[in-house]
Every structure is written in C-alpha cells, then in structure tokens.
C-alpha cells in the first residue's frame, strides 16, 4: 500500500452510508491505517498480508464468500500459495486477473484435512477460453466432457 492516492480506501463512515446493507462491523479503523503517502509496500510485504488474510477466512463458518479487490493483491497472494498447488492448478491460479475479471475457486487448507496430497472430486478439466460457463468443460481434443 502507498504511495499512490489511488491505493488509499475511504473511510468507513463513507461506505457505510454508499453501502448500508453491508456489515462493517469487523473492521478495525474508521481510516486506512496501510497506506502511508511516501512508502509502497513490497511484493513480499503484499504477500504476506494477502496470507494474513488466508488465515482470517478460514476461521469464517461461511461455505461461499465472495472477495472483491484488486488484481495484484489476488495475483500476488496466489502466487505465494504456488507450492502448495498440483502443476495444472498452479498454472491456473498464478496468472494475471483481468480487469473485473471473476473467478470461483475453492481453497482448502490441507492441515486440516490431514492429506498432503493433491486430491479432488471435480471430474472435469479446466476449461478452454474465457468465460466459459462451469458446465461448458472440455478435454484436451476439445471435446465435451459431460
């Protein structure tokens, strides 16, 4: 965070009243307490932070919950996740975002699981092309797995 007026948030009275739906109440400052106007945070700071974050969102009892934020922090808080990641989900998840891009995922903390391996039920591939819809799976020769 720094450095650039555009990394700063709002306070949280402001989006408050933009957002009155929204549950604020497990934010901790009323003003951006990360950003600083003459210090940019590194790649390795973003990285942590974004692992700090990790930690915080397995504690939450919710099954399904959508994180809204900015390409790099996503970017750079996957990639810290890369060794943990079978080659084909690395691939996957460590490239860029898009601008307004959305992606679903599902992140598993293996410790709790009590497996190291890489072990999922999803039967297809990873599909081909850009917004694809999840049911619209094909295989390598470009046939559709049903």
């Keep these: 965070m720094g450095v650039h007026p555009c990394d700063q948030r709002r306070s949280i009275s402001d989006y408050q009243f933009l957002f009155p739906a929204v549950d604020f109440s497990l934010i901790e400052s009323e003003e951006?307490?990360?950003w600083k106007a003459d210090v940019r945070e590194t790649i390795e700071e973003l990285a942590a932070?974004?692992?700090r974050?990790?930690?915080w969102l397995w504690t939450r009892k919710e099954k399904e919950i959508a994180i809204v934020t900015h390409s790099v922090?996503?970017?750079h808080t996957l990639n810290a996740l890369q060794n943990e990641c079978h080659p084909d989900v690395k691939k996957e998840i460590c490239s860029h975002f898009a601008n307004c891009?959305?992606?679903s995922m599902v992140i598993v903390d293996r410790s709790m699981?009590?497996?190291d391996t890489w072990v999922t039920d999803y039967s297809g591939k990873i599909p081909?092309?850009?917004d694809l819809p999840s049911e619209a799976?094909?295989?390598d020769n470009n046939i559709k797995v049903e």
């Design 32 to 34: 951006d307490k990360l």
């Design 49 to 51: 932070r974004g692992k």
């Design 53 to 55: 974050f990790l930690n």
């Design 73 to 75: 922090f996503l970017f």
């Design 101 to 103: 891009e959305l992606r």
């Design 113 to 115: 699981l009590g497996s």
């Design 128 to 130: 081909k092309g850009s």
């Design 137 to 139: 799976v094909v295989d």
